[in-house]
């Protein structure tokens, strides 16, 4: 499989900051890719230097084959971009800026841009200045999803979108996916890059520190469970692999390594467990220990 | 909440925003004042000399259509404000018109007002906190640059006039400003309005001043403009014409609250329509989008060009006789060039809109600041729109539109004129005097981009470069500054056509020079960063 991305230890200072600090990154041909990661950590400076708009210090970065800085031209007839601030010319309207965009990148395909207006519910004969920064955020997704490219450049997509428009535009990633497509989107929303992405890399202080699919991440962190039960809490407490334990009450929760989950369940079975509920770690977990200090970072 | 709820800390903001720009232009206008006041009455040592220049000015149409008569001719005061005077007026509208525009329409379009808006501020907040910044900066401008005609030794009322006037302007901008800001969403637009009313008004005068026999006199009574004349400081120092611009500052300023406590937030009078589903053919490139941002404000130009070029060209048959003296020559040169005779009339007019064409053709240009500024640039610039093409875009129509619009008034003037001149291929000679200055337009341009080429916030050396050199031109003579220093001023270079041989050498170079800093402008622009 080819790589749509590929960054090699990437470095971009700004000044005295170090917004790049050594990045690697690979995104594949026909992945929903998440770039996650806190505010500051290097999300939008890495689009910029994918976009050709910010010249790197050292490292490597390649898009669709091509170098970003140079083939300017080229590469960007084949991508779309979203800014994570979407700011229109006030007096053109969201349909003229929606044909204009798609113009200067090499075309827009009318059927799906019709297609998209009625999805998102946009109406194309405002001025752009009576938009809210939600319609704003429809009329710059609307120009990019209709537009004819391999790839999309998202920085935090959905911030202005309310939920019903979310799911619209889920649907509309994953359509633009399922046709061969590539999209790169940056995010520090947890549930936007669990909907969406096939594959997430987390950025902290402008390197990675983790990337895999959802299902390689839940692999690495523990099971969360809450039960019921009638005794015994404090063998389950000293059970190896056993993290952060809590009761209250008649009711324990607890973290458990993925490997010592079949000796929790024995233990909560001989204690009489009158409930149990487990979940997954949300990738809010996964964030947490990339983030809190003490952790190391793991590579996948 | 008191509908002034917030305004103390609404006017913190706004000067701690203005902390650079308020002060320097203050420092300019006063310095400017004082400075040329002392500068005249060096040059003008008896009474012989100074009616003689004041009859060169009130006898020369240009003259009087620019700045007005001077109501006594043995008066130092009159002849040394009789330029700085209209200018300094001018200046102080403008700038509190635009101040005004700067800290409520504009925060309120890009939506940092609403982010305070959410806070405790009442809805005559912000006009309250932008009015007391521009009436402040005008009392202060009056103020001082009243205490400094009196230092040069002029007498103590012309200079209270004197000083009033310039307030008194300042707070009548301020408060065009204020209604203004309240009829359109755009904060480009309300600004081009409120200097719209001030230009229009200061035309007004000037058909008012420089029509023959002072036929059309009293048009001068419609305008605030002609109110500053009327007050005439230095000969008969008249306070009561003040007191009109005072009542039409607070007409205009009640108009302006009354406006904005009945609108919806970022809302206006002039309410925006609908517009095309569709964008329409042109609208495809990054040259389409440069020409649709500026389209609006092109025909505007271009209209009033159409009209300034046929006044202009009118007002040629009623240029005065040649006088043939020595010292009158002399003089002429020391006002700013010969502006006798109808070649000379329509060189100095056609250079002083030269000087507008260049405001045109920087905004034009460096309307690329305010894309990348505004998070517009991005959006292009990550289609398959390249730097060099972008950049080039609006510099197309800056240059494009400048040299229509030279066309434009080259044409309306020839027209205009060709009935009161022997010539009889006098629109070919006014058009050709009016594309002469196009190698010193570009070179301001030129400045313009190369700074923009090199940081984004350099753009701005364009705006310091044409004001430099308009100064230079108007002044610099009379100020005595060396010759090597005012030919910085590519305007200087310019062949004064019609009339005289055309020299082709700064042609040559300063069109070069233009190229060199279009050059360095690309280059540098190709390898910077975007913000």
Known sequence: ?300 | MSSLAGTRALLRLALRRDRVVLPVFLVIVVGMVASSASATIALYPDAASRIEASTVINTATSTLAMFGPIHDPTSIGALSVFKIGMMSVLALAVFAARMVVRHTRAEEETGRLELLGAAVVGRRAPLTAALIVAVGASLTAGLFSGLGLFGTGLAGGGSAIMGAAIAGMGVVGAAFGAVAAQLTTSARGAAGMATGAIAVFYGIRAVADSASDGALSWLSWLSPVGWYQQARPYAGDRAWPLALLAALAIVLVAVGYALATRRDFAGSLLADRAGGATAPRYLGSPLGLAWRLQRNAFWIWAGTFALVGAMVGGLTGSVGSFIDSASMRDIIDKLGGAAFLEDAFLSVEISFMAIAVTIFGLQAVLRSRAEEVGLRAEPMLASATTRLRWLGSFLVVSLAGSVALLLIVGTTAGLASAGAVDYSNQVARVVGAALVQIPAIFVVIGIGVAGFGIAGRLGFAGWAALTVFVLLGEFGKLLNIPQGILNLAPYSHTPRLPGVELSWSPIIWMSAIAIALFVIGFAAFRRRDIS
């Not at chain 1, 992945?31 to 996650?36: K, P, R, S, T």
């Not at chain 1, 960007?76 to 349909?95: C, D, F, I, K, S």
């Not at chain 1, 752009?128 to 997704?141: D, M, P, T, W």
């Open chain 1, 1 to 300: 499989m080819t790589a749509a991305i590929e960054i090699e230890n990437l470095v971009k200072t700004f000044g005295r900051t170090r917004a790049l600090d050594g990045l690697d990154l690979t995104v594949d041909v026909g992945e929903v890719h998440g770039l996650l990661g806190p505010n500051g950590a290097g999300k939008s400076t890495t689009i910029r230097v994918l976009l050709g708009l910010l010249r790197t210090d050292s490292g490597s970065a390649r898009l669709l084959g091509g170098d970003p800085w140079r083939d300017v031209e080229e590469l960007h007839r084949r991508l779309a971009y979203v800014p994570g601030e979407v700011m229109l010319w006030p007096n053109l309207t969201g349909g003229e800026v929606i044909d204009l965009m798609g113009r200067v990148r090499g075309g827009l395909d009318s059927k799906r841009r019709a297609d998209l207006l009625e999805r998102f519910e946009l109406d194309p004969t405002k001025k752009s200045r009576a938009y809210s920064k939600g319609n704003r955020q429809k009329v710059a997704l609307v120009a990019a999803l209709a537009s004819d490219v391999e790839l999309l450049l998202l920085d935090e997509p959905t911030a202005g979108l309310d939920p019903l428009m979310d799911a619209v535009f889920r649907d509309s990633v994953h359509e633009f996916r399922d046709r061969g497509r590539t999209i790169f989107l940056s995010s520090h929303i947890l549930a936007e890059v669990e909907a969406l992405a096939d594959r997430v890399s987390i950025i902290r202080d402008g390197k990675r520190v983790d990337s895999g699919s959802l299902a390689q991440m839940r692999h690495l962190a523990r099971v969360a469970i809450t039960a019921d039960i009638a005794r015994g809490a404090d063998a389950i407490k000293k059970l190896k692999g056993v993290h952060e334990f809590r009761t209250q009450g008649e009711r324990v929760e607890f973290q458990v390594d993925p490997g010592d989950l079949s000796g929790a369940l024995a233990a909560l079975a001989k204690a009489g467990a009158t409930s149990l509920t487990s979940h997954p770690p949300t990738l809010e977990e996964i964030f947490l220990r990339h983030y809190s200090d003490e952790s190391a970072p793991v590579a996948s």
